[in-house]
């Protein structure tokens, strides 16, 4: 079996750990095959001081910045010792036989990047995260409120895209791919990570079995500075730097109903303010980005094409109203 390294990056989550370090070490028992990193970034929480003291087994690397969870993880991947990286947030815990299933899916899947399945903590009927949805005309989506029985969750599936909350990757493969691109600091690094390794031919696939509890968005809230401005900054970014252009041509249109509909409930709560710094912001990005583009590897437009999901607008009807979705 090759060795594991649980890697999460932490800032001020200290109400999280013992909860997520117990789900962890309560699977690990003797085994050696797994290790525990957690960078963490300049918290002013005593979330070292107590890890050091419950949990002196996990390796904990202090930052003297906020990395963000971009470069956060790309600066903890060298302090692991695994063949396989699993990054894992602070605000989730790991279901029974979650470590047991990953173990299968890694001699499984060699040259694959994994995706757990996110449930909803506080109802784990729900899908929290099961990959990426994309849409024809629209933004993208996790897939979630999608209940946990249905049979597509039977077995083991392939996906567009997964969550960087809970995700599994050869640390080779991170490194080829020189990890997730640090100008996002946080927020579709990880779409743009998986979007990279498509294009060069891996595979993400869906462990359904392999479950995680997750809070959601504990850290960084809703409709905060952090969770708006990042959120509106870096969709439209890893877009320029991944999509084919066809592909986002064709889409442009459904991108700017669906953004409007976005900014009328940022305007609702109260966040303007930080739409229009991440407007701007984005602007001044751009031309690194389509730089980027040209030493990007992009994936073909009819491949592209073959993940696009129809409807969403009645997708986003059922969304608003809490009702469970189709896969």
């Not at 995260?129 to 994309?134: Q, R, V």
């Not at 567009?160 to 080829?176: D, M, P, Q, R, T």
């Not at 041509?249 to 930080?274: E, Y």
Request: contains cysteine; glycine residues 6%.
């Amino acid at each position: 079996m090759k060795k594991l390294s649980i890697l999460m990056v932490n800032y001020n989550g200290l109400e999280h750990l013992a909860e997520c370090f117990g789900s962890i070490f309560a699977q690990i028992g003797d085994a050696t095959d797994i290790e525990v990193v957690m960078i963490d970034n300049a918290s002013q929480d005593e979330s070292i001081a107590w890890t050091a003291e419950h949990y002196p087994q996990v390796k904990v690397v202090a930052s003297d910045q906020n990395l963000g969870f971009a470069e956060g993880n790309n600066f903890g991947a060298q302090f692991c010792s695994g063949e396989w990286l699993f990054l894992l947030n602070n605000d989730t815990v790991l279901a029974e036989n979650c470590l047991a299933e990953l173990r299968k899916a890694v001699a499984s899947y060699p040259g694959h990047i994994l995706a757990c399945m996110m449930l909803n903590y506080h109802d784990r009927n729900l899908v929290d995260s099961a990959g990426d949805y994309f849409y024809r005309s629209g933004p993208s989506f996790s897939r979630r409120n999608i209940s946990a029985q249905h049979p597509t969750f039977a077995n083991d599936s392939p996906v567009f895209s997964a969550c960087g909350g809970a995700l599994v990757i050869e640390k080779s493969l991170f490194e080829h791919l020189q990890g997730f691109d640090e100008d996002l600091f946080l927020n579709f690094e990880d779409m743009d990570l998986c979007m990279r390794a498509r294009a060069q031919g891996n595979e993400i696939m869906l462990v359904p079995h392999a479950q995680i509890l997750h809070k959601g968005s504990a850290t960084i809230g809703h409709y905060t500075r952090t969770s708006v401005y990042y959120s509106v900054r870096n969709q439209f970014l890893v877009r320029v730097k991944n999509y084919p252009w066809t592909v986002l041509l064709r889409c442009t249109p459904g991108h700017i109903f669906t953004a409007s509909l976005a900014l009328l409930k940022i305007i609702k709560n109260g966040a303007f303010k930080w739409w229009i710094q991440a407007r701007r912001d984005q602007i001044k990005m751009l031309p690194r980005f389509v730089g980027k583009r040209k030493h990007n590897p992009i994936l073909a437009a009819p491949e592209f094409r073959n993940w696009l999901r129809p409807n969403w607008l009645g997708d986003y009807w059922k969304r608003t109203r809490g009702k469970t979705l189709e896969p």
